[in-house]
Nanobody, 124 residues
Framework: QVQVVESGGGLVQAGGSLRLSCTASTLSFRDYAMGWFRQAPGKEREGVSCISWSGGATYYADSVKGRFTISRDNAKNTLYLQMKSLKPEDTAMYYC?????????????????WGQGTQVTVSS
């Protein structure tokens, strides 16, 4: 059974940094494009960033461009999201999703695998 597990969230002051990780066990990781999504209380889930299966293509939401960097290590079945210059509006539950195929999942996938999320809280 595929398990997707996010980690690395926490409480940080505005301007600080965090690195999120996502591991996917029993998955042929290199066959999956990966994405990060977030959902704040009372708001809809939104796409933050995604990366193609090879890592050659990436996408960032306008709200995080220049501050967040997505990367993947296919040898370790791990996806990363380096977050810098964090703002209070980045506060949300962050989810990782895996979608079979090469294309970056810009929107929340209807088919694939995802984890339970990791909470990021940015204080002002």
């Amino acid at each position: 059974q595929v398990q997707v597990v996010e980690s690395g969230g926490g409480l940080v002051q505005a301007g600080g940094s965090l690195r999120l990780s996502c591991t996917a066990s029993t998955l042929s990781f290199r066959d999956y494009a990966m994405g990060w999504f977030r959902q704040a209380p009372g708001k809809e889930r939104e796409g933050v960033s995604c990366i193609s299966w090879s890592g050659g293509a990436t996408y960032y939401a306008d709200s995080v461009k220049g501050r967040f960097t997505i990367s993947r290590d296919n040898a370790k079945n791990t996806l990363y999201l380096q977050m810098k210059s964090l703002k209070p509006e980045d506060t949300a539950m962050y989810y990782c999703a895996a979608v079979l195929g090469p294309n970056c999942p810009v929107s929340w996938p209807t088919r694939g695998y995802w984890g339970q999320g990791t909470q990021v809280t940015v204080s002002s």
